[in-house]
Nanobody, 128 residues
């Protein structure tokens, strides 16, 4: 089974940037779509962005379009989430997760229950 480890979280001022990393091991990384989710206390975990195994299909939730960029480096078995112009309300724990696919036959599969393997999460705090 694929194991995932997130890194790159921290404290950043409003309008600042962070790059999160999700490193995979234990299975063929390119077989998996990777999703980034975030969860605030008392709220449901929500999808932020996804990328398929080939890296040629991506998804962004509307609130982050134009500010976040997801990418993957097959040689490093790592998916990145570049987050620019961060806002205080985006202070959450960010998780990466793996699934066979997030889009197939015209249907998106991006609920948290569609993803099988999860990292431990990394805290992002946006505050002055």
């Amino acid at each position: 089974q694929l194991q995932l480890v997130e890194s790159g979280g921290g404290l950043v001022q409003p309008g600042g940037s962070l790059r999160l990393s999700c490193a995979g091991s234990g299975d063929t990384f390119d077989y998996y779509a990777i999703g980034w989710f975030r969860e605030a206390p008392g709220k449901e975990r929500e999808v932020v962005s996804c990328i398929n195994g080939d890296g040629d299909r991506t998804y962004y939730v509307d609130s982050v379009k134009g500010r976040f960029t997801i990418s993957r480096d097959s040689a490093k078995n790592t998916v990145y989430l570049q987050m620019d112009r961060l806002e205080p309300e985006e202070s959450d724990v960010y998780y990466c997760a793996a699934a066979p696919r997030f889009y197939y036959g015209g249907t998106f599969y991006m609920k948290s229950t569609d993803f099988d393997s999860w990292g431990q999460g990394t805290q992002v705090t946006v505050s002055s």
